[in-house]
Nanobody, 118 residues
Framework: QVQLVESGGGLVQAGGSLRLSCAAS????????MGWYRQAQGKQREFVAR???????NYADSVKGRFTISRDNAKKTVYLQMNSLKPEDTAVYYC????????????WGQGTQVTVSS
């Protein structure tokens, strides 16, 4: 059973930075794809970033150039560095896991709240 635990959310002013972490257990990790999604109040969950087993990355257009996803396979942890935060980045951020790069994400963390004040 894969377990994902996010941390690092909080309240920050617009223009500030936060780094989210997601610790994984119950999987090989280095062979798995990892991702971040977010869900703002009253909206559907949306894709933020993905990192493949070979560390190739993909980003939503709305966060390109501001957010960076990375992974530390030794620590079984994936990170999301968020810079130049905007009020519209306010959401619950979820870590996600897929067995292979080509698989859909099918395990999710409990989420961590990020609030950006204007």
């Amino acid at each position: 059973q894969v377990q994902l635990v996010e941390s690092g959310g909080g309240l920050v002013q617009a223009g500030g930075s936060l780094r989210l972490s997601c610790a994984a257990s119950g999987s090989i990790f280095s062979r798995n794809a990892m991702g971040w999604y977010r869900q703002a109040q009253g909206k559907q969950r949306e894709f933020v970033a993905r990192i493949r087993s070979g560390s190739q990355t993909n980003y939503a257009d709305s966060v390109k150039g501001r957010f960076t996803i990375s992974r530390d396979n030794a620590k079984k942890t994936v990170y999301l560095q968020m810079n130049s935060l905007k009020p519209e980045d306010t959401a619950v951020y979820y870590c996600s896991w897929a067995y292979r790069d080509s698989d859909p994400f099918n395990y999710w963390g409990q989420g961590t709240q990020v609030t950006v004040s204007s």
